[in-house]
């Protein structure tokens, strides 16, 4: 049963640019969730996806975008990168009609931006 | 902004001995969970504790939840190497089941 898959496992792009991030979740489970954890922090939530839709979103701004594939996996993409979006971006999955409480996450995608 | 704020950021034991987590938070909660991370990985769901609950055990593991005080704490017992991590409290308010993570505490366990 594989767990909650996240690719690539490092990134490194360059000011300006543009990246997207992919999350495959648990087996069974509908529900993605994207966090962003800097340095020295704990995770930040970005948003959660749920039948293709974004369900709720945290307190990033408009360049920070998504998308939720009939399959349940997921994308993150951010727009005209900046420094201070360096950061390790966990993906999370749960099933929305089960207990959302408990969340899996991934390993995580580490994104350096110059 | 971070809900929950753990208590003390660093702890150095050695192995065997028992490690003490605290986690302080703001407003009424649906849940709270405790939630370990090795070398800036994925992180791994360690207990749920609700509301209702005052305490919850899984293995080496002891969660207490202070719902008056504003508090939670994770106990591990007779630690080993192995347990050298970072250890989050996350809480679940509102209508949201969306945890709100701490900054965490750094354990380290020395053989």
């Known amino acids: 049963d594989a767990g909650v898959t996240q690719s690539p496992t490092h990134l490194i792009k360059t000011r300006g640019q543009q990246v997207t991030l992919r999350c495959s979740p648990k087996?069974?489970?509908?529900?993605v969730s994207w966090y962003q954890q800097a340095l020295g922090q704990g995770p930040q939530f970005i948003f959660q996806?749920?039948?293709?839709?974004?369900?709720q979103r945290g307190n990033f701004p408009d360049r920070f975008s998504g998308h939720q594939f009939p399959n349940y996996s997921s994308e993150l993409n951010v727009n005209a990168l900046l420094l201070g979006d360096s950061a390790l971006y966990l993906c999370?999955?749960?099933?929305?009609?089960?207990?959302?409480?408990?969340?899996?996450f991934g390993p995580g995608t580490r994104l350096l931006v110059l | 902004s971070q809900q929950g704020e753990e208590d003390p950021q660093a702890l150095s034991i050695q192995e065997g001995e028992n490690a003490t987590m605290n986690c302080s938070y703001k407003?009424?909660?649906?849940?709270l969970q405790w939630y370990r991370q090795n070398s800036g990985r994925g992180l791994v769901h360690l207990i749920l504790?609700?509301?209702?609950?005052r305490e919850k055990h899984s293995g080496r593991l002891r969660v207490t939840l202070d719902t008056s005080k504003k508090s939670s704490s994770l106990l591990i017992t007779a630690s080993r190497a192995a347990d050298t991590a970072s250890y989050f409290c996350a809480t679940a308010s509102g209508g949201s089941y969306i945890p709100t993570f701490g900054r965490g505490t750094s354990l380290i366990v020395h053989p």
């Open positions: 504790i609700r509301s209702n609950e």
């Open positions: 087996s069974g489970h509908d529900t």
């Open positions: 999370a999955s749960s099933a929305w009609r089960e207990s959302q409480e408990t969340q899996y």
């Open positions: 996806y749920y039948e293709e839709e974004e369900r």
């Open positions: 407003t009424s909660i649906n849940n």
